[in-house]
């Protein structure tokens, strides 16, 4: 990025937030800002563009929006509710929302995810929590790391997505709709 320090070397820490989770929000707002970078000059018309068989782009802003609601939810030793079943069925439908409604909904969930973090206590960090359906084990800290680890993940291949349609569509012999 631009130069720019990392977030996780800038040396700012979050109030309330326990300091053994401030590296899962480091890495919750280093994924927000490369993403943020990476689209803003990225067309519109390519939000829900696939090739090869990977996720759009579009998919990619949907599910880390969805996964940390249930991973946060898990972590907080709550099961999910219908509307987050729901929304996980939508992530691969394409919205209506353009990009700057998607982003800013996915800045949104990166806020509140962070507020959700600063209301975990730091004594509760090793306490097991089950996941999903068929319980599998985890912990309080196992599901927060895997929430900045899972952004991180989706983050790449959301920037790797972004490049490559990008150049694909550059050029018009490869895409007669442009």
């Not at 949907?62 to 996964?67: E, K, L, Q, S, Y």
Request: aromatic share 6%; proline share 5%.
């Amino acid at each position: 990025m631009s130069g720019k320090k990392e977030v996780w070397l800038r040396g700012n820490k979050i109030q309330g937030l326990s300091p053994l989770l401030q590296p899962v929000a480091d890495a919750l707002l280093q994924s927000e800002e490369e993403i943020e970078q990476i689209l803003s000059e990225f067309p519109e018309k390519l939000l829900w563009e696939k090739f090869a068989g990977c996720a759009s782009t579009g998919f990619h802003l949907m599910h880390i929006r969805g996964f940390l609601d249930r991973l946060l939810t898990y972590a907080e030793g709550k099961t999910l509710s219908e509307e987050q079943f729901n929304y996980l069925n939508q992530e691969t439908v394409p919205s209506n929302k353009n990009i700057q409604e998607l982003i800013a909904q996915l800045r949104k969930s990166i806020s509140l995810a962070i507020e959700r973090l600063k209301q975990i206590p730091e004594s509760t960090l090793t306490e097991p929590r089950s996941v999903g359906r068929a319980g599998l084990p985890s912990t309080v800290i196992g599901l927060c790391i895997h929430a900045a680890e899972h952004t991180s993940r989706h983050t790449g291949q959301l920037l790797v997505t972004v490049k490559v349609l990008s150049e694909i569509y550059k050029q018009p012999q490869n895409n007669p709709n442009l």
